[in-house]
Every structure is written in structure tokens, then in C-alpha cells.
């Protein structure tokens, strides 16, 4: 499985970005699609995440209600909305897929991941 992602970049407090994590070489039918964030000197952290079957998210408090993740199917591709950015939003976004339909925070836990997109929030 190949996760790319893409849609980072240098966005003003307040603003939005939306990510896109688009998957190939496997079908997606009972996989889990999570992003990650890590920021410079910190842990990669959970930000939230997707069962693909049954379309449930969960995300990290401190993201809820300013990001939301949705999927496209028929693309095999994830989306991250991030609205309300915040400096402390400032990190490497990653996608992660794990086999399964839970979502979990630890790293360790998924099987593939993308190379990463970088957003910067400026104050």
C-alpha cells in the first residue's frame, strides 16, 4: 500500500487547509486511514482518523470541532479539513493505514504510512 499525501503549506491563524492522503496497491475494504501530526523536538501524535466500512472518525480534543476527516471512495482517497488553524497546528501531517476498524493512536499500531506534508501556521 502507497499512502501520498498532499496540501500542506504556510497558512495565516485562522484559516484552513485541507489535506489529502490518496492510497494505491490495495483495496481499502477493512482498513482504518489515520493522520498523525509530529512536531519539531515532539512525538508523532494522533490528530484523528477513519473506518473505512463504516465511516466512523474519532479525533484528538484538540482538533475537534475545527478538523474533520472524510473519504472519497470511488478515489481511495482520505481528506483532512483543517478550518481555525492555530500556530500550535504547526507540523509534518502524516497518513497512516492499519488493517482493521478501530482506530488507534499508537504509531507503532499502522502498517503504512505517507511521506508527510508540512503546514505552517503563522500568527
Known amino acids: 500500500v502507497q499512502l501520498v499525501e498532499s496540501g500542506g503549506g504556510l497558512v495565516q491563524a485562522g484559516g484552513s487547509l485541507n489535506l489529502s492522503c490518496a492510497a494505491s496497491?490495495?483495496?481499502?475494504?477493512?482498513?482504518?486511514l489515520a493522520w498523525f501530526r509530529q512536531a519539531p523536538g515532539k512525538e508523532r501524535d494522533l490528530v484523528g482518523g477513519?473506518?473505512?466500512?463504516?465511516?466512523?472518525?474519532i479525533y484528538a480534543n484538540s482538533v475537534k470541532g475545527r478538523f474533520t476527516i472524510s473519504k472519497d471512495n470511488a478515489k481511495n482517497t482520505a481528506y483532512l479539513q483543517m478550518n481555525s488553524l492555530k500556530p500550535e497546528d504547526t507540523a509534518v501531517y502524516y497518513c497512516?493505514?492499519?488493517?482493521?476498524?478501530?482506530?488507534?493512536?499508537?504509531?507503532?499500531?499502522?502498517?503504512?504510512w505517507g511521506q508527510g506534508t508540512l503546514v505552517t501556521v503563522s500568527s
Open positions: 497512516a493505514a492499519r488493517r482493521g476498524i478501530y482506530v488507534v493512536s499508537s504509531v507503532g499500531d499502522y502498517e503504512f
Open positions: 496497491g490495495r483495496t481499502f475494504s477493512t482498513y482504518v
Open positions: 477513519i473506518a473505512w466500512t463504516t465511516d466512523s472518525t
